[in-house]
């Protein structure tokens, strides 16, 4: 009976609006970060960009939070919600990371993979504001997200490779001559790899989404 009755009741749309909202930020998030490790004399300045872009993030978060509990009827389960929405917030979260790390060891200068990875956190988070709005209606587009999402995690895999084979040209390279290099260099890359974690994280929560309405 509760079940019929939910069907009839209007969803809160407001959902939508924030998750898109929220993968918005994601993608200016992560333009600035690739800024970041292009290196150079702004990168101070692009560090303190991306912190803002991850404080309003947090605005969106927390307007989700608010609203699974004022809703009396959600699109999908709540903990869905909650985790789609965390898993966001937490890749913004470790784009913010590595810059302040960026900030605290004053790097100016970064190594190859580490741009590649910031080109694939792009490429990640283009296809999470691209796939969330077919979440509004996930019956009818779900061989697209199945498609988007596969291919989040195969870039995900790509910067495991990208990380692994830049840690070892780390220690050949400079680590030689200043193991310091290594210690920065490696906590760097462990946040970039991080990042395409929770980007993955974020296509395992809109992978179940689709599996479970479909």
């Known amino acids: 009976m509760l079940d019929w009755f939910k069907?009839?009741?209007p969803k809160e749309e407001k959902f939508f609006d924030l998750f898109e909202a929220h993968a918005v930020k994601a993608q200016e998030a992560a333009r600035s970060l690739r800024l970041i490790v292009d290196g150079g004399a702004d990168t101070v300045a692009n560090c303190a960009v991306l912190s803002r872009q991850?404080?309003?993030a947090d605005v969106i978060s927390y307007e989700v939070m608010q609203a699974i509990r004022r809703s009396f009827i959600t699109p999908f389960d709540r903990s869905d919600i909650k985790a789609l929405s965390s898993a966001l917030d937490d890749a913004i979260d470790q784009m913010n990371k590595t810059g302040k790390t960026v900030?605290?060891?004053d790097v100016v200068s970064f190594e190859p993979n580490m741009k590649i990875m910031a080109d694939k956190v792009i490429a990640m988070a283009d296809l999470i504001a691209e796939g969330l709005p077919?979440?509004?209606n996930v019956g009818m587009h779900s061989s697209k997200l199945h498609a988007l999402t596969g291919e989040l995690t195969k870039l995900e895999?790509?910067?495991?490779q990208l990380n692994d084979d830049g840690l070892?040209?780390?220690f050949k390279g400079p680590a030689r001559q200043d193991p310091l290099a290594f210690v920065i260099g490696s906590e760097l890359y462990e946040h970039l790899e991080k990042v395409c974690d929770r980007f993955e994280d974020v296509?395992?929560?809109m992978s179940d989404i689709v599996i479970e309405h479909v």
């Not at 895999?157 to 495991?160: A, T």
């Open 7 to 9: 069907k009839l009741m």
């Open 54 to 56: 991850e404080e309003e």
């Open 103 to 105: 900030i605290l060891y």
């Open 134 to 136: 077919m979440m509004r």
């Open 157 to 160: 895999g790509e910067s495991d």
């Open 168 to 170: 070892k040209a780390l």
């Open 203 to 205: 296509a395992h929560v």
